[in-house]
């Protein structure tokens, strides 16, 4: 059975980055009938926070990213003390009391000597005596693991076959003490224990691998299969960062990005269906993903194509659902009707945009009376095309207040040579803006009574300017 795990640390927001991995591993656990783990990856204990675990498990329960299981790493400590003395015990890790500066020089002499930088192994040879005094006097140490000085291999199901040579890493730190270990050895712990049948992760953790690979086998544990997902670029094709979007998907949440645009985006940063289609729901996503099928280049995170795809999915909501959707969006005391949102649902790109958009219907701006002026038309002109415009809409019953009828009503009462004239300022008097919706989408959401209090009110307005 496939198990598989997603293992984010709670160090910071959300990246979109890890959303993307998360939504791939999710999609490979459903399709293939597995289960999908959580689990927060918080042994950092400085810089783990509690409100950035609570921002991992909100974003993917928003995407509906659901899990089987849940663990957290600094529950587990003992297990992975255990595991650690076991190696200890064995003669695979030992105490390294070198310092930072001891280090760096052993870098700088190997830089200079035209070598990659590794440990030397030099605390390798110390003798127990040697080690016990150490400890007695409070010397600060860490635990190496003995890394073999043989080639390593694996096979990744998005790259093929790596292979590493462990001569040239050098022994490395695996735990600060023995109740502190490190990302290489609790994940293999915990990988091997939960029963990960595949390791699907970001391809930053390549070099990490082989280290792990040397691990497990120290261990006795079986190697999972690997597929490394490729990085997500900014338009420069430079690594994703702020300089050029957000990176956080809090920030598209807020943004008012829905959920299905999202998945939609995001299932194609790296991977690509079989047919060439554009608009795919979660369930054709899960039905179509192949790991083969994901590309080993950079994925370009474009944000127009997020955009598209956002307007997309909102123009095909049902209105009640956009309703529903909305509420966050929008100022506590409006209530959207959908006479209103048919006015605005081709039109909002994101959420966030829907306030400005239908404020016009619960606050008429103080606008300037020369607004309602159509191209050379003087207020005096203006007034009176508005006064027959008054007219016309007042003799529509309330029932006949929707678009269609107003519209072939109004028109069939003005001459084609005069429709400008009239409708412009009936237009800018019920919702005291330059651009907006046509007069019978406003009409319609407006309601009668509201479109002739606006209309006597932009009648005043004129007045008042003192033609």
Known sequence: MVRVRYAPSPTGPHHIGGVRTALFIWLFARQEKGSFILRIEDTDQERSKPEFEEDIKNTLRWLGLD?????RQSERLPIYKEHLEKLFNEGWVYYCF???????????????????????????????????????????????????????????????????????????IIAKNFDQPLYNFAVVVDDALMNITHVIRGEEHISNTPIQVFLINALGFKVP??????????????????????????????????????????????????????????EEIIKE??????????????????????????????????????????SSNWSLTPAIVRTVQDRVGDLSELNELVKFYFELSDYDANLLRWKDADLETASANLKLGLKLVGKIPEKNF???????????????????DILWPLRVALSGLKASPGPFDILTALGKKEALRRINLALEKINLSGI
Request: charged share 30%; with cysteine.
């Open 67 to 71: 899990w089987d299981e849940f663990y």
């Open 98 to 172: 070198c310092s930072k500066e001891e280090l760096e020089a052993e870098r700088q002499v190997m830089l200079a000597q035209g070598l990659a930088p590794k440990y030397s192994g030099r605390c390798r040879a110390l003798g127990k005596d040697e080690v016990r005094k150490r400890l007695e006097n409070q010397e600060s140490y860490v635990l190496r693991f003995k890394v073999p000085e043989t080639k390593i291999s694996f096979r990744d199901l998005v790259r093929g076959g790596i292979t590493f040579d462990g001569s040239l890493m050098g022994d490395v």
């Open 225 to 282: 299969l690997f597929a490394h997902l490729p990085l997500i670029l900014n338009p420069d094709r430079s690594k994703m960062s702020k300089r050029f979007t957000d990176t956080a998907l809090q920030e598209y949440v807020n943004r008012g990005y829905l959920k299905e645009a999202m998945i939609n985006f995001l299932a194609y940063l790296g991977w690509h269906p079989k047919e060439d289609k554009e608009i795919m729901n979660m």
């Open 289 to 330: 993903f192949d790991l083969t099928r994901v590309q080993k280049g950079g994925a370009v995170f474009n944000l127009e194509k997020l955009d598209w795809l956002n307007g997309y999915y909102l123009r095909h909501l049902a209105v009640g659902e956009f309703i529903k959707r909305a509420e966050p969006f929008i």
């Open 402 to 420: 929707n678009s269609k009828f107003l519209e072939e009503k109004l028109l069939a009462a003005i001459p084609r040579e005069s429709r400008g």
